[in-house]
């Protein structure tokens, strides 16, 4: 692609922004375990894609489920990308990012909003999260809520584990699951199995 | 229905086409404004497009359009380029002939779009009658009136 061509769609994009056409942002960004999507809508964060998570797949979900005016635009995630950094870095313990929720829906978000609260560095059991989020037969439902969270690390259902302790899944892996409980002081540094 | 893409995968897919033609029909100093103007107008009708087979068609329809209001609102012809020697070469984006695009540049409107469409975007003379918005044969005819010249111009 040339510079100019290049040069032109930067200033697309920002025209896009002004015009209120971005409807779903996104950017990669680093992280200890391999890239991550992020995307946002003009409400916030409404989409974290885990390293082993297909890209182009979760793109086109997007554009399907919100809109299909997604854009690659990484200004519009600089605070989004700030805070996972340091979130890494073991820097800050909560994220003050706002959360577009609409990727999930009624049983779903009350228990993804009930993790939403659960502070750093504690976790709780799948059985508590259905509790709270008003159904405490529904365990099997808070797992699978918690499987399809569509923002993970910002909303921390790696904090939730099976009663008993055990690390029960994770959607970008158990090792990850296990990584981040390590950084966050829950689970002591295990020698490499 | 099949759902439409990403609007990046669009974006990424046909901008070196829709690039090569605006600089043929409007010149290198229109061309990023009638760029930015051809995706802004795709994107704001993009989620209510019910046909997404034939993209490029429509953009370089709507690519078109921007390079007429951008001469009418310059209220004149475009003027040929006298010095073709200072269009650089682009990166990565094959430059035929800077004394060629200036003379395309030179030509009357549905001319150029015509060539443009032609060998800038590889259209057959459907979709450059669809694009021009006049018959099959009338794109013929302006692709091959300016053809003609082209010839005589750089013979």
Known sequence: MSTATVQAIEGLKARAAEESLLDVAYATTDSPFGPLLLAQTRRGLVRVGLPNQDSDELLTDLAKRVSPRVLEAPGELDEARRELDLYFEGRIDSFDLPLDWRLSGGFRQRVLRAINRIPYGQTRSYTEMARKAGNERAVRAAGTACGSNPIPLVVPCHRVLRTGGALGGYGGGLPMKEALLQLEGVLDESPAS | ?155
Request: aromatic share 6%.
């Open chain 2, 1 to 155: 229905m099949t759902a439409l893409p990403p609007f990046q995968t669009v974006l990424d897919e046909h901008a070196n086409a829709v690039m090569a033609i605006l600089h043929g029909a409007v010149g290198r100093d229109g061309a990023e404004d009638c760029f930015q103007e051809t995706f802004l107008s795709a994107l704001r009708a993009y989620p209510k497009l019910e046909d997404d087979r034939n993209l490029r068609g429509w953009l370089l329809t709507i690519a078109h359009r921007k390079a007429i209001d951008h001469h009418r609102a310059r209220g004149r012809a475009p003027v040929p380029v006298a010095e073709p020697a200072e269009l650089a070469a682009p990166d990565g984006f094959p430059e035929p002939d800077a004394g060629l695009w200036a003379a395309v540049g030179a030509l009357p409107p549905k001319q150029r779009a015509a060539v443009a469409l032609r060998y800038g975007s590889d259209l057959p003379h459907s979709k450059i009658a669809a694009a021009l918005g006049c018959s099959p044969e009338a794109a013929r005819r302006s692709l091959h009136e300016g053809l003609k010249r082209l010839r005589k111009e750089l013979a």
